[in-house]
């Protein structure tokens, strides 16, 4: 049986009393017309960036790997982190992905929970071609270690056995994600209520569903569970559309790069109304006949977020959760 998502619901209640963000709905109602009418679709999942390989039981430890660390790119005052792979320079989660898809497989020995549990910190730097510029990179590799720890115990060093105790159902999964892997349970507190985010447990799970194309491990039975996944770009691009709008004060600590903390109310009303914005272009484009799912939406605003020439930095907050 499928449950009612949290994430739902809990960041609902923060944009109806949201001080510093409000929602356009007109913003949202001309861009779902926008992509009426270019006829846009959900893109492919990018599997040349990511590890590929017929050995499911790999690429699902390499996934589940990949969002235990996908988190904190930006960098303030510095250079961004980056890599050079097959002569071109990638940042970001790209960057992560490609990291780890070589680890895979230049050293396919080592790339189990079993061994990933007690790697050292200076051969983990190697992956990053030294890190520089990569934050929180200590906390990563404790991340990586309690992770690989977690499921050389409790699942007999095989990940399957944690995806399979699902059922199909990504109501159980990402909860179980949540609350039992380690790092992953990103809830937060608002006007002294609990708001469920879950943005890497929701997105590994996406993840687990574009990697196997939908089929095997990949089969859902109820793919409507996922929302967006509340991180930096989203709301930039929302932002940038005219969907998301920001009180003075809130832009001018954007636009400056102001540090805006983990949890703080303006941190929290961006990452919600980002999940509703979603929410609410799903709905007008499934009610006009195109039928996207919310991580979907995720996938094409990313996408284009990429292309686009932003009105405003992204915000920044240091966390482990995006």
Not at 305 to 321: A, D, N, V
Request: net charge positive; proline share 4%; charged share 25%.
């Amino acid at each position: 049986m499928s449950w009612e998502n949290p994430v739902r619901g809990t960041t609902l209640e923060v944009i109806k009393v949201s001080r510093q963000v409000r929602l356009n709905e007109e913003a949202i109602n001309n861009l779902a017309l926008k992509w009426l009418e270019k006829r846009m679709k959900a893109p492919p999942w990018p599997a040349p960036l990511h590890l590929e390989t017929s050995n499911r039981r790999m690429l699902l430890d390499y996934l589940i790997i990949l969002d235990s660390l996908n988190f904190c790119f930006w960098s303030r005052n510095k250079s961004r982190w980056e890599i050079w792979h097959d002569g071109e320079k990638y940042t970001g989660y790209y960057a992560l992905a490609l990291a780890l898809k070589r680890f895979f497989e230049r050293k396919p020995e080592k790339a189990n929970f079993l061994y990933l549990r007690e790697i050292s910190f200076e051969e983990f730097r190697l992956w990053f071609q030294g890190g520089a510029n990569l934050l929180f990179l200590k906390r990563r590799w404790e991340i990586l270690r309690s992770v690989s720890d977690f499921f050389s115990k409790e699942y007999g060093n095989d990940s399957r056995n944690f995806l399979l105790s699902a059922n199909g159902y990504l109501s159980t999964l990402i909860p179980r994600i949540a609350y039992q892997i380690p790092s992953f349970n990103d809830v937060t507190y608002y006007n002294g209520g609990m708001v469920y985010l879950w943005k890497r447990a929701q997105i590994l799970a996406a993840d687990i569903i574009g990697a196997f194309q939908g089929r095997g491990l990949g089969a859902f039975k109820d793919p409507e569970y996922l929302t967006a996944f509340a991180d930096y770009k989203l709301p930039q691009i929302l932002f940038h559309y005219g969907i998301l709008e920001y009180t003075p004060e809130l832009r001018e600590k954007i636009q400056n790069l102001v540090i805006l903390p983990a949890g703080s109310p303006e941190e929290i009303e961006i990452r919600s109304a980002t999940i509703w914005a979603v929410e609410l272009l799903k709905f007008i484009l499934n009610r006009r006949g195109k039928n996207l799912l919310s991580y979907e939406i995720d996938w094409l605003l990313w996408n284009e977020s990429q292309k686009e020439k932003m009105r405003l930095p992204h915000h920044l907050t240091g966390t482990i959760f995006y």
